[in-house]
């Protein structure tokens, strides 16, 4: 828990002091606070990695023809592993956050690009050949509130709060028997998985809420459980120098209802690095999930990125 509460000190604190500092002095910034970091977990058996990544966006426009708009976007975010290996024991866990926002000049309200904490955790311990016996868990939430925007009757912007910290939430765990070729190559199949969706009961409680409108909770309700089937493939490779792509592909059936309804959460991540702070990233998410929208959610992140790798 220390850990985790240093890598989300890095995330607030790092998009404070990124508008009031210079360059070098982020770097150094951020190089002594992960620096902290694998200074308070490495040990015997402990292997630790991540990037911090800043990708910034900016236009700007004055009497130009073609048209164009004023805008400034910024996406903070982490992606760090420590795991542990020892005999026959394995214990991997990932953490994933980010968060961006997007200015733009005529717009009466910000917006976000990106807003996303997740955190993955599987413990083995060797069955037979490259077979481990698994138990894992997965947590998905937000950070901040989202909303759904639309226009007024007078053409004004206005926005209706939709989604929260916790509303929804994701917590999925279970037992299983996981495969793994090396750190860059992961299967685990869990036949057995409880998952738990979590929301704040205010958006369940309304007049003519109707049972499993909102994320598939009933009215009143603030939690909804599942029994299911879940596997999960986890493959990084070098597509060529310098560029890595990074993929996790979930799958995910309900017993208890619609089984034949696959829910499907699928992420790649992909860096071009160009030097030792710079680089391209690509981020891209697609989600498949009829309890929270009736076809696939997409989002994609584009751009140069300032990395810190640790």
């Known amino acids: 828990m220390r850990k985790l509460t240093l890598l989300l000190f890095i995330l607030v604190n790092f998009t404070f002091v990124q508008a009031q500092n210079s360059e070098k002095e982020l770097i150094k910034n951020t190089e002594k606070a992960v620096k902290k970091i694998n200074d308070t977990i490495e040990g015997e058996g402990w292997k630790t990695k991540g990037i911090v990544s800043l990708l910034l966006n900016q236009s700007s426009f004055n009497n130009w023809i073609a048209g164009g708009e004023d805008s400034f976007s910024g996406t903070l975010g982490i992606n760090y592993d420590f795991n542990y290996k ?112 979590f929301v704040d009961s205010a958006y369940t409680s309304g007049i003519g809420y109707v049972d499993g409108d909102y994320f598939g909770v009933d009215a009143n309700k603030s939690m909804r459980y599942e029994l299911s089937f879940y596997a999960s493939v986890y493959y990084k ?21 619609d089984p034949q309804n696959v829910d499907i959460d699928y992420s790649l991540n992909i860096v071009m690095k160009v030097n030792k702070y710079l680089s391209a990233n690509l981020s891209f998410q697609a989600i498949y999930d009829d309890n929270a929208f009736q076809g696939f959610q997409t989002r994609e992140v584009f751009g140069l990125g300032v990395n810190f790798g640790f």
């Open 86 to 197: 020892k005999d026959d024991v394995t214990w991997d866990n990932k953490l994933l956050a980010s968060y961006g926002l997007l200015q733009t000049k005529n717009a009466d309200f910000e917006k976000k690009t990106d807003d996303r904490f997740e955190f993955n955790s599987i413990v083995g311990k060797k069955a037979f050949g490259q077979w481990y016996y698994s138990y894992f868990l997965n947590f998905r939430t937000q950070f901040t509130t989202g909303y759904l925007y639309g226009q007024d009757a007078n053409g004004k912007e206005i926005r209706t709060e939709n989604t929260k910290f916790m509303s929804p939430g994701y917590l999925t765990t279970g037992p299983g028997i996981y495969w793994t070729k090396d750190d860059n190559l992961k299967i685990n199949f869990a036949p057995l998985t409880s998952k738990f969706t």
């Open 237 to 257: 490779l070098a597509i060529m120098t310098n560029v890595t792509a990074e993929n996790t592909l979930n799958l995910y059936s309900n017993y208890l209802e």
